[in-house]
Structures are given as C-alpha cells and as structure tokens.
C-alpha cells in the first residue's frame, strides 16, 4: 500500500482510514491468549431478560442461570452424581484441547444455563413446565420451544462480538492473511446480521403466542419416548437438508426469510419426549424434513435425532455411563460433529445420514403430529 492510500477508507470496511486500521498491520502484535480470555469473560457477562420488552413492569432485574433443559425435571434424571456430559464451548477450552471440542462432564446446576431471564419472569413463565405434570399439552409444548428460542438469540446476539474478535485475528500477519481472515470475519458477520434479523421476527411472533396463548400458530411432531432419553437437548436451527442429504434451505442469501424449526428432548417420571416445532408459516421446509425423517424406523430415527443434536447443537447434554458405554469409533463421530455449524467446519451436507452408528440413545414408542 502506497502513501497516498493512508487517508482512504480501509480495505477491510471497518470504516477507518487505512492509516488508523491496517497500515503496519503486519508488525503489531498478534492476539494473545490473555486477549482471548478477556473477550471470553466479557462475552460470558451478558446479562439479559428476554421478555423485559413484554413485562417491563414485573422484571425483577435480578437475571439468573436459567437451565434451557429443566434441572429439577430432565437434567437430575439423566446425571450420575450430580452430573451429565456436554460440550462447553471456550476459548481457553480451544486452546488447552488444540482447537478441539470435546465432551466433559458438567454439574447440573451449570448444564444448559444462560443469564437469558430475570428471576420473576423465568419462575412465572415456565412454571407449567417445572411446577405440573409433564402431559405434553399445547401450552408445555410451546414454551419449550420459546425457551430454547430465547437462549439461540441471546448466543447469536453474542457472536457479533465474534466477529469483532475475528476481524483483530490478523495482527501480525502477512497482507495476503490479513485479506482472507477479514474475509472470513466479514462472511461470518453477514451471516450473524441475517440471522438476527429472522430472529428478531421469529420472536416477535412466539411473543404474540406467548400473550395470545393461541397454539393454532405452531406446530409440533411428538416422539414419545418409553425409558429416559440418554441426551437432552433445546435448540432451534434452519434446517439446511433433510436425513437423506437432500438440501432444504441455502444459508446466506440476503433477500430469503429462512423457515427455523425448534427441537428439545426432556425427561419426565421415567420416560421422555422428543419434540420439534415450527410456525406454521414455515411449513414449507420444516415439513419436509420431519417427513425426510420419518422414512426411516424407529430405530433409525433414534440414531439420526442422535446425529442430529451433536451436528447442530451445543446445548446437548448425555448420561455419563451412555457416554462411557460407547465404543471408541461411535466416541470420535459424535466428537467429530461437535465443531460442525462452527466458523472452524461447515455442515457436511451427509451430516445427518446413517453413519455406521448405533448409538441406543432413545427408545420410541409413540409418534404423533401435533
């Protein structure tokens, strides 16, 4: 870069002149360890209520560690001592296991928690959940979809700090570098910005069904299960192809409203479920997939809800002796799958095709479209 560029706008669109952005960018000192920690506890002390919007009145401004999956009901079903297996993503974690995610036994008071509700609002709202019988209504239904919902937002409200992170991960490199990790941050970027903006509307509608209490706008596909399932989950993902490979949605496409679909996996007085859920506006491809998915028995369809929870979310949790009980081979493929979704590996688009596996994870007995 010649002298007369100092005063133009960077190349990388930080919007600051190349003077005060990349110029010399090669001699700075590269990111740090103690760099990376300190981002890693700023992220970690984002606390939100995320329905303070609906009931500015009644928040109590006390957030809490409010569990995704219910510790009292699911997460104390499925612990041995005190504890169950999962994946807890960290930069330090990153770096002490080279790059890696792996699984590693957590107390349940830590499993499947974000600072997401304020005292009043997580005890009032999900109360039908943790206070009643798990009977699998419309109402108990909806709001584990809504719970999972929330804590995906408040993740992906915290990736743009990600981005920022990524865009300083080229101090100290060659030009040729600086170019290709800014572009990797500027895609990833985009990518969050477009989630957001869906998300933003996908909660204003669970919103209006949360306050309307009218279920007709969700949908459900229930898999009653007949032991307590050996991994719990609660997310919500676009589905990008269906248990054949098939493609369903292209990610990244600015003009497109992606379909999302909600899925959990709860345990309850010996037994369990596993549910998805999605507007009924979003048939189209939500549809589709759980069609993909029924094609297949009931066993094939425990092991492929298997395959799917590890590819696209980290808020899985597993019994420690399921864990354990695994062999080596079936240990790496769900190991393999943890970094999938991440800015590290892409969806393969066979993610979700029988991999060989057996994993014994979920025993059906009932199947039912809700």
């Not at 007369?4 to 002149?17: F, I, L, M, T």
């Not at 997460?75 to 590693?104: C, D, W």
């Amino acid at each position: 870069m010649g002298n007369n560029n100092r005063n133009k706008p960077c190349w990388c669109g930080s919007g600051k002149k190349f003077k005060k952005c990349h110029l010399n960018r090669d001699s700075q000192d590269s990111l740090t360890r103690g760099d990376l920690e300190q981002y890693s506890k700023k992220q970690n002390s984002k606390k939100v209520c995320s329905v303070s919007n609906l009931f500015p009145d009644k928040c109590s401004k006390k957030i809490i560690n409010a569990h995704t999956v219910s510790k009292s009901g699911s997460l104390k079903e499925l612990s041995e001592k005190g504890h169950v297996m999962g994946a807890k993503p960290s930069l330090s974690g990153f770096i002490k296991n080279n790059g890696k995610l792996t699984l590693e036994k957590v107390g349940i008071n830590r499993a499947s928690t974000f600072t997401g509700f304020c005292s009043v609002h997580d005890k009032e709202i999900f109360s039908p959940l943790e206070d009643e019988p798990i009977v699998l209504n419309d109402q108990q239904l909806f709001l584990l979809a809504y719970r999972g919902m929330c804590r995906e937002i408040f993740h992906k409200e915290q990736n743009k700090g990600t981005a920022n992170l990524m865009r300083e991960a080229d101090r100290g490199q060659d030009e040729f570098l600086q170019h290709a990790l800014q572009g990797q941050a500027s895609l990833y970027d985009q990518g969050v910005d477009l989630a957001l903006r869906d998300l933003q509307y996908l909660k204003s509608e669970m919103d209006s069904i949360l306050l309307d209490q009218d279920y007709s706008k969700i949908r459900h596909y229930v898999f009653e299960l007949s032991e307590v399932p050996k991994i719990q989950v609660s997310a919500m993902v676009v589905p990008e192809m269906d248990f054949h490979g098939n493609p369903l949605q292209k990610l990244g496409l600015q003009q497109y409203k992606y379909d999302y679909i909600f899925f959990n996996c709860i345990s309850y007085e010996g037994r369990g479920c596993f549910v998805f859920s999605w507007l009924t506006e979003d048939d189209k491809h939500c549809s589709k997939f759980i069609a993909s998915l029924l094609e297949l028995d009931d066993h094939e369809i425990a092991d492929a809800l298997v395959r799917f929870c590890y590819s696209f979310s980290e808020n899985t949790w597993a019994s420690p002796s399921w864990w354990d009980s695994l062999d080596s081979s079936s240990q790496q493929s769900i190991t393999e799958r943890l970094l999938q979704g991440t800015p590290m590996a892409a969806h393969p688009e066979d993610c979700l095709m029988d991999d060989g596996h057996s994993y014994g994870a979920l025993k059906i007995s009932k199947k039912e479209l809700r």
